[in-house]
């Protein structure tokens, strides 16, 4: 699976406020040493709940959700996890026949959630992705599926025909998810609503790419670019996926292709500019012999940074916390945290 976004739930502005409910399950067939089936919730990207085939118990991971919730509410949802195990254990097979594959490391995911922005605007999504790629996503405004290969018409087909299940789905992620992010947003308050300046260094080691690295900011969404001579860079520029800390920060990089022969002939020319809700204004750092770090004192730093981002990306990838190559989006089932009437329904086999 290649790892390209970690999170991403559409494009805002760095400044823009808003709160997301999100929860990521994972199925594994093959020889991995990994869980079978994991469960990932997070609040405002930042992880709050788990849940793997191993341990068989759903846990909370952070003190605003323990503090909340008591035996009942993780009991159901331990419950509800095992249940999704089995039938995710079915949709991986039945993917891998119709695929018409038989060994090998196969993944099957699924991704639901909302949005809320503070001007009360709404989003909700859903879908589902085989071996990185998408599989098949549902169209809330159309109460209808659509296949993204022709491996998933069968169960496009099948789905459309649930009309009740349609609708369910398009209450839930208009409704019913509102509810809980609001419920966790509560909860988590202090934490969820505070407000951390990145810290920004730039860094470079040799003739390898200068990394403009901005770390420890909350919340996640942050808005990075290159400029030279003032005008926006895109030219030889990578962005990578936010990825977070273990203090529950996070942090982001933009890298751009130059060498060092040219940016300390022109020093200032290029510029890292990074936005943020908690920075009074742009940060802007430019890019010359003061403010880059490189060779030895970079080494470690580099390799750090670097280090902790692929280290990260692949844990993001196992556990179902990236979205897939060629979409963003999240889903909702039955035995999702929700009121008991409903956390029963099961998972739609495909």
């Not at 009740?164 to 308050?189: F, H, M, N, P, R």
Request: a negative charge; glycine letters at 6%.
């Amino acid at each position: 699976m290649r790892c390209v976004a970690l999170l991403i739930l559409g494009v805002h502005l760095a400044y823009a406020a808003r709160h997301s409910l999100q929860y990521f399950y994972t199925g594994v067939s093959g020889d991995i040493n990994f869980p079978e089936f994991t469960s990932v919730g997070l609040v405002d990207s930042g992880q709050f709940y788990y849940f793997d085939s191993n341990q068989m118990k759903a846990v909370p991971k952070t003190e605003w959700i323990r503090e909340n919730e008591g035996a009942d509410y993780w009991n159901r949802e331990t419950e509800n996890m095992i249940n999704a195990h089995q039938v995710f254990k079915n949709n991986i097979q039945v993917a891998k026949e119709r695929f018409n594959q038989s060994s090998g490391v196969h993944t099957f995911q699924f991704m639901y959630g909302c949005e809320l922005e503070d001007d009360g605007t709404t989003r909700g999504d859903l879908q589902y992705s085989y071996d990185g790629d998408d599989f098949i996503s549902f169209k809330k405004d159309t109460l209808d599926w659509t296949a993204a290969n022709p491996q998933a018409v069968i169960t496009k087909k099948k789905w459309d025909a649930d009309r009740a299940d349609s609708e369910y789905q398009k209450t839930y992620l208009e409704k019913e998810c509102i509810e809980w992010l609001k419920k966790y947003v509560s909860y988590g308050k202090n934490t969820l609503e505070r407000k951390v300046e990145p810290e920004v260094s730039l860094l470079q080691k040799d003739k390898s790419p200068v990394i403009c690295h901005a770390t420890g900011f909350y919340p996640s969404n942050i808005m990075m670019t290159w400029k030279k001579n003032n005008q926006d860079h895109n030219e030889d520029v990578d962005v990578s996926s936010t990825l977070p800390n273990a203090d529950g920060t996070f942090q982001k990089s933009i890298s751009l292709s130059v060498k060092s022969e040219e940016w300390k002939k022109n020093p200032d020319v290029y510029r890292c500019v990074i936005q943020h809700v908690a920075a009074e204004k742009e940060i802007v750092v430019p890019l010359n012999e003061n403010n880059i770090r490189s060779n030895t004192g970079a080494v470690n730093i580099i390799a750090i940074v670097v280090g902790c981002v692929v280290m990260l990306a692949v844990l993001a990838a196992i556990i179902g916390l990236v979205v897939w190559k060629k979409s963003k989006g999240y889903k909702r089932t039955g035995t999702q945290d929700s009121d008991s009437e409903n956390s029963d329904q099961p998972l739609p086999k495909a």
